[in-house]
Nanobody, 121 residues
Framework: VQLVESGGGLVQPGGSLRLSCAAS????????MSWARQAPGKGLEWVSG???????SYADSMKGRFTISRDNAKNTVYLQMNSLKPEDTAVYYC????????????????WGQGTQVTVSS
C-alpha cells in the first residue's frame, strides 16, 4: 500500500492548486480517503474526505473553497483548492480512511509523504 501526493507549490493569495494522491497496492474506490494538513508549528488538521460511494465531507473552513474528487480509473484522489489564503499554507497529506487513523498508529502506507503548499505574495 502506498500513497504519493503531488501538485503542491507556491501560489499567490486568491489562487488555485490541485493536489493529487496516487494510490497503489489497493483499490482506492473501495476505500474512504481523506486529506489532512499540518501548518508550521501546528497540529494535524483534517481537511476533507470522500467515501467509497462518492459522498464527500469538508471541514467548515474549507467548505465552498476546496473540492475533493476521485478518478477510479487512475486510482487517484484529488483536492482542488480555490481562493487560497496565507493560512492555507501547510504540508498536505492524503490518507486512507475517514477519519483516517492517526499517523502514529496507522498501518504502513496509510499516509502519504505530503506535499507542501505555500500561499504567499
Amino acid at each position: 500500500v502506498q500513497l504519493v501526493e503531488s501538485g503542491g507549490g507556491l501560489v499567490q493569495p486568491g489562487g488555485s492548486l490541485r493536489l493529487s494522491c496516487a494510490a497503489s497496492g489497493f483499490t482506492l474506490s473501495y476505500s474512504a480517503m481523506s486529506w489532512a494538513r499540518q501548518a508550521p508549528g501546528k497540529g494535524l488538521e483534517w481537511v476533507s474526505g470522500i467515501y467509497s460511494d462518492g459522498s464527500t465531507s469538508y471541514a467548515d473552513s474549507m467548505k465552498g473553497r476546496f473540492t475533493i474528487s476521485r478518478d477510479n480509473a487512475k486510482n487517484t484522489v484529488y483536492l482542488q483548492m480555490n481562493s487560497l489564503k496565507p493560512e492555507d499554507t501547510a504540508v498536505y497529506y492524503c490518507a486512507i480512511g475517514l477519519p483516517p487513523p492517526s499517523r502514529v498508529a496507522a498501518p504502513p502506507g496509510y499516509w502519504g509523504q505530503g506535499t507542501q503548499v505555500t500561499v504567499s505574495s
